[in-house]
């Protein structure tokens, strides 16, 4: 998958956490959970459903580092994120 | 009717889920409610078969009126009303008058499809045919985990009326303020032990499989609310009833303004791992607004966690006619002395409001200092 389309899946996730915000409006660089007010289970939540939809595993240990829209993306991108079979 | 909150004098029937000559079990989800909080689920306390149904839905219903009359086993002919799914009597009158009863919406009828009420109004608010799916619950009932992943979200429209339920929790902070003489403990507590196992636990688990610290904190304080009983139960009628169960009601914050605390069952008794699956349900019922009777109905101590944003200490306000609640800030690292020397560590900022009618500050901090002494040991969570 590209970037594009994992950030569709974001965006499609997100919209079920926080059906309220509007996506374009969030800022890639910026902390997402700040930005849309997740909670830890909120993003618990978020990491289970991209691991379910894209079939990556995202270890404990690199979670903390995905604080961003653009550092999220670009982590499932390079741990070669696809939908599951 | 049960009470569903301190403040409830009446409820909003808004769809029954048994029909008469239908055989129920103590635990069946047999009504839907709305009330301020929202619409709930209300669950029978007594095995029988529905005998009559006495409110019609759309009907308004004063707290402790009968709302349908079953008949026991064993017990041939006329019935007995449900009692309410509460063993105590209605609290006395909020000072504040309560809002108007909520409006009502029906749900469309299904036909005889066997459904669960959260799984029914997913399935309605997506447009699904129910003929379609197949259930695997009791009966073979649709439950929520038989519906298909759902499509593109479109924002939904949002599942409480939040001027209500700020009326609700006015009302009830409002009469606990009154009643209740709060008194406010605080500590700060080195949680290195409790992050480092928790770490461990997660690092080979998928994220849907994860723990977080907050089912530590609820888990070390409901193990600490059985030593120390003048926590944990009910103040009513004048008097202190502590509770044998440990029923934690875990504060929730809802998206755009207000809050729940309904009660994790036995939660002294649960292992981490199924209070964390249990939290993550009840956190997403909530949040949908969907929770049920009981939940509301019998927490007896309340926890309220700020999560790992926020600040780093919150003192509560006792939900009545719970005596306390106990507060954990975000988890922070800080300069902190070991053997004598300064260095970083991780702690939390751990606070408890109790009621003075019951307990005292030196009883408070032996509690609270078990809440901290917990956490030294995760493992035996």
């Known amino acids: 998958m590209n970037e594009a389309d994992i950030l569709a899946v974001i965006r499609d996730e997100l919209a079920r956490l926080a059906p309220e915000i509007a996506f374009e409006t969030l800022d890639p660089a910026l902390d997402l959970r700040e930005q849309v007010d997740l909670d830890s289970m909120d993003f618990l939540n978020l990491l289970t459903a991209l691991h379910q939809r894209l079939g990556v595993d995202i270890p404990d240990a690199d979670a903390a580092k995905l604080a961003s829209l653009a550092s999220l993306v670009a982590y499932l991108a390079r741990k070669g994120a696809a939908p599951p079979p | ?381």
């Open chain 2, 1 to 381: 009717m049960p009470s569903l909150g301190a403040d409830m004098e009446a409820g909003a029937l808004v769809e029954w889920l048994v029909k008469p000559g239908q055989a129920v079990k103590r635990g069946d989800i047999v009504a839907v409610v709305e009330t301020q909080k929202g619409a709930i689920e209300i669950e029978i306390f007594e095995a029988g078969t529905v005998e009559r149904l006495l409110a019609e839905p759309g009907a308004t219903v004063p707290v402790g009126a009968p709302l349908a009359m079953i008949r026991t086993e064993g017990e041939p002919a006329q019935a007995q009303a449900i009692p309410p799914p509460v063993d105590r009597p209605p609290p006395a009158a909020p000072t504040l008058a309560p809002a108007a009863p909520p409006s009502v919406t029906h749900p469309s009828p299904a036909g005889r499809v066997r459904i669960s009420p959260a799984a029914r109004r997913l399935a309605a608010e997506r447009g699904l045919d129910l003929a379609a799916l197949t259930g695997t619950g009791p009966g073979g009932a649709i439950q929520l985990a038989d519906l298909p992943a759902a499509p593109p979200a479109a924002p939904a429209a949002a599942p409480f009326d939040f001027s209500q339920m700020r009326a609700a929790i006015a009302a009830a902070m409002s009469r606990s303020k009154h009643e209740i003489p709060h008194y406010y403990l605080s500590d700060t507590v080195e949680i290195t032990a409790a992050r480092d196992w928790l770490a461990a636990a997660n690092a080979e688990r998928p994220p849907e499989t994860r723990l977080l610290m907050g089912a530590l904190f609820v888990k070390a304080t409901a193990l600490a609310a059985r030593a120390y009983p003048e926590f944990n139960g009910f103040f009513e009628n004048g008097a202190f009833r502590p509770s044998a169960a440990v029923h934690v009601g875990m504060a929730i914050a809802l998206r755009g303004g207000g809050l729940a605390a309904p009660a994790i069952h036995d939660t002294a008794d649960l292992s981490l791992e199924t209070l964390m699956a249990q939290m993550r349900d009840l956190v997403g019922r909530v949040r949908a607004g969907r929770f049920r009777s009981s939940e509301i109905a019998d927490p007896t101590l309340t926890v309220s966690s700020l999560g790992d944003r926020g600040v780093e200490a919150l003192f509560g306000v006792i939900y009545p006619p719970q005596v306390a609640i106990v507060g954990f800030g975000k988890v922070v690292e800080r300069p902190w002395v070991v053997d004598g020397a300064i260095g970083p560590r991780p702690v939390v900022g751990l606070t408890l409001a109790a009621d003075h009618r019951v307990s005292d500050g030196h009883r408070g901090a032996l509690f609270l200092a078990e809440v901290g002494r917990r956490l030294q040991t995760p493992e035996s969570l």
